[in-house]
């Protein structure tokens, strides 16, 4: 009977959905790294979701709202296997450029299409280009937003490289850091196998950011990391 138990304790642990293996991670005590991917979904994002998904990882993705139009099956499907979700406005401008109007414009616009797709307003706002200022910051706290930079940039988009996107992504990686890289760059999705390997082999645990900041929590109106 004895034996019985534990085999069955044993196939349980085994048969664990990866969204409650994730839950058990608790960042104050192992080394995590958020991957996030910016202007997304795109053609090349279920080929992403596929490897995160066979390696058990768990990512943030800033969807931009015009691409949530494109492809909204993908954006039910980053939901549903439980990657983090954040707003990268709907055309991504430079906000600082743009009037209070056109700023909650851009939010609200792509709010309602996440929402729509997803069942749940993000409550994560990137601003593209990382161009933001106390004016936008405050108006993305005014939508119980917070604001997600990061702490390392891979320059993907300019790279265009398998290796060299690689070797930026180990060379930025450290503990509790937040690396930009975008899922429209389909050298980054080949890249992400080789990186993600490397990433473990170095005692990292792949997380979103809300794991990340577990503890710490995300307020509405503050700017991470």
């Not at 085999?7 to 991957?35: F, G, H, Y």
């Not at 069942?119 to 604001?147: C, E, I, N």
Request: proline fraction near 6%; hydrophobic fraction near 40%; charged fraction near 20%.
């Amino acid at each position: 009977m004895v034996i019985h138990g534990l085999l069955a304790a044993s196939l349980a642990m085994t048969a664990l959905p990866a969204t409650d293996v994730q839950a058990e991670i608790n960042c104050s005590r192992v080394k995590c790294l958020a991957l996030t991917f910016d202007d997304g979904p795109s053609v090349y994002t279920p080929k992403l979701l596929d490897l995160l998904k066979k390696e058990r990882v768990k990512a943030t993705f800033f969807l931009v709202g015009a691409q949530v139009e494109k492809y909204p099956s993908i954006v039910r499907r980053e939901a549903a296997e439980g990657h983090a979700i954040g707003n990268h406005t709907y055309s991504h401008p430079s906000l600082p450029t743009l009037l209070d109007n056109e700023i909650l414009d851009e939010i609200h616009t792509t709010q309602e299409l996440i929402r729509q797709q997803t069942g749940k307003l993000p409550t994560m706002f990137r601003p593209p280009y990382g161009a933001t200022d106390d004016r936008v910051l405050g108006l993305a706290g005014s939508q119980d937003m917070s604001q997600v930079l990061w702490t390392g940039t891979t320059l993907d988009w300019s790279l265009r490289n398998v290796e060299k996107i690689k070797a930026a992504v180990l060379r930025l990686a450290k503990r509790d850091g937040v690396l930009l890289m975008h899922d429209v760059v389909p050298q980054t999705v080949q890249a992400m196998p080789a990186i993600i390997k490397e990433l473990k082999k170095h005692g990292y645990h792949l997380v979103t950011v809300p794991t990340l900041l577990r503890g710490k929590g995300m307020e509405a109106g503050v700017s991470y990391p």
